[in-house]
């Protein structure tokens, strides 16, 4: 697993990116604390590496590790971590 760091890019979107790769998104308006944007996003990212994965190998579990809980985290710069805790 690779762990998701996530930060404000501009006025409504946050980037999330990990080791393999990495994507700006635009937040939904019902989300109103940073920390639910955050882990929005960075759950999002996961679910965009799950279809690619689904897509490359054909399987319905294939990626399923990227739907597991995460443990997120603001660190001193004001980015997000972002972490998988455990396997589905």
């Not at 679910?47 to 579990?61: C, S």
Request: hydrophobic share 35%; with cysteine; net charge neutral.
């Amino acid at each position: 697993m690779q762990a998701i760091e996530t930060k404000w890019s501009a006025p409504g979107k946050i980037r999330a990116k990990a080791g393999r790769g990495a994507h700006t998104f635009n937040i939904p308006q019902n989300l109103h604390d940073d920390r639910d944007r955050h882990v929005w996003a960075a759950k999002e990212l996961g679910k965009m590496f799950q279809a690619e994965d689904r897509k490359e190998y054909g399987a319905e579990d294939a990626g399923s590790n990227w739907a597991s809980p995460i443990a997120s985290g603001c660190l001193p710069s004001g980015n997000w971590a972002h972490v998988y805790t455990d396997h589905i």
